[in-house]
């Protein structure tokens, strides 16, 4: 028989308070649990588990872990023909972790226009202290001094958990995405999760896997859970990134 409510948390609860992801709702997909708070421990514990936040301004936090899920295995992700000659030719560099708090200012202004105000002010002050603490990184473009695309996520063990992108010009977010696709590769990274299905995403070459087979994988990429220091100073060229 499914599920048919949630658990309810508090603040005062500890960090492993959450049920299974196999407690989560059919409808709405995924729905898990409400409350608690978005302390780095809860927030850690919650990823590696499969779980994740995701909520409007003014209600409590709600976490999901929906079934299917959608992730890029290592290698999958593909570009266009088009997207792969405006690589070659761009001037574009890419950076990591020199502007977090850019790129989550610029993601949630995208998704404001679009799909709500899920990244609310605590939620970037929350992931802002995980960047801090070594867990989040953004992945970013820059053309011209300026940043023009990126995405963040947090890195844990060999699994990266995307949580958002935005493009300030022409398929900046994917030149992003492809970065750190094929960087994560050289480090035996297990996947990319991306959360929810979207159409866009699977264009890209994300594959839909079921939520057990999704939590499999990541109780043997996440534990012991590590911060890898993985990430380059120096900035790549978009232009010989795609050439490699």
């Known amino acids: 028989m499914s599920p048919t409510q949630i658990t309810w948390l508090t603040p005062n609860d500890p ?11 059919a409808e709405p ?13 809860r927030l850690l514990y919650a990823y590696r588990h499969g779980i994740f936040p995701w909520y409007d301004e003014g209600q409590p936090v709600l976490w999901w872990s929906p079934d299917p899920r959608c992730v890029f295995l290592p290698g999958d992700m593909h570009i266009s023909r ?5 690589m070659r030719n761009s001037i574009a560099n890419l950076r990591f972790n020199t502007a977090f708090a850019d790129v ?6 995208a998704r404001k226009s679009q799909q709500g105000t899920w990244i ?9 202290k995980l960047h801090a603490e070594g867990w989040a990184h953004s992945i970013e473009i820059w053309e011209d001094g300026k940043l023009t695309g990126g995405v963040y996520g947090l890195l844990v063990g060999k699994a990266f958990f995307g949580e958002s992108m935005f493009s300030g010009s022409a398929n900046t977010s ?8 094929r960087h994560l590769q050289e480090f035996g990274l297990e996947l990319i999760d ?11 070459g994300a594959s839909v896997i079921p939520r ?6 990541l109780n043997r990429a996440c534990n012991p859970p590590k911060r890898l220091e993985i990430w380059p100073e120096s900035p790549i060229s978009v232009s010989e990134l795609v050439r490699k």
Not at 29 to 41: M, V
């Open 104 to 109: 989550i200012q610029a993601c949630a202004g």
């Open 120 to 128: 609310t002010a605590d939620m970037m002050a929350a992931y802002k």
């Open 29 to 41: 997909d995924g729905l898990l649990a409400a409350g608690g708070d978005l302390s780095s421990e």
């Open 82 to 86: 088009r997207l792969r000659q405006q």
């Open 194 to 204: 991306c959360q929810v299905v979207s159409e866009h995403l699977l264009t890209l």
């Open 212 to 217: 057990s087979e999704f939590t499999a994988i």
């Open 15 to 25: 960090p492993d308070a959450f049920p299974d992801a196999e407690n989560a709702l």
């Open 174 to 181: 994917k030149m992003a995405l492809w970065g750190l696709t």
